[in-house]
């Protein structure tokens, strides 16, 4: 497949997979013999777990260092390196997975209250301000 073809399947636009190239974040393919990239199914999925990886905040040069084992299988004399890199991966990765399931439950508690809350009510059901509001409340003089 062509480039533009990988950056459908993958979601990155086809300068960021030049560019990833460029960079060895992730392996470049063959060419065909007027010079065009030919990208296989294995190359896209080398790009999509680069995009995620880049998507959770994971520094450039580690994810090449991921998606490089990934992709090869092989590690070589970088194993500690490379290991030590998808261990701080995968706890970033459960930290992010917290606070994205945190902010879930909180979005939903929020979307049900705002559903239950009638024309007449200021307040949101089953969600209680915070201490400051109350403070701020008290001390703003009523007009």
Same mark, same amino acid.
């Given at each position: 497949m062509n480039i533009s073809e990988a950056s459908k399947a993958s979601g990155l636009s086809a300068d960021t997979i030049r560019f990833?190239? *460029? *960079?060895? !974040? !992730?392996p470049g393919p063959a060419r065909v013999a007027n010079g065009y990239r030919d990208y296989t199914e294995r190359h896209v999925r080398a790009l999509r777990f680069a995009k995620g990886l880049k998507d959770l905040g994971i520094p450039l040069s580690d994810v090449a260092a991921i998606v490089t084992l990934a992709h090869d299988g092989t590690c070589g004399e970088l194993r500690? /390196?490379?290991l030590a890199s998808v261990e701080e991966? /995968?706890?970033h990765l459960d930290e992010r997975l917290r606070t994205l399931r945190y902010t879930k439950r909180e979005l939903a508690a929020l979307r049900v209250g705002l559903a239950k809350m009638t024309a007449r009510r200021s307040t949101i059901p089953g969600v209680l301000p915070c201490e400051c509001v109350d403070l701020v409340a008290r001390t703003r003089p009523h007009l």
């Open positions: 990833y190239e *460029r *960079r060895c !974040v !992730v500690g /390196a490379i991966t /995968a706890q």
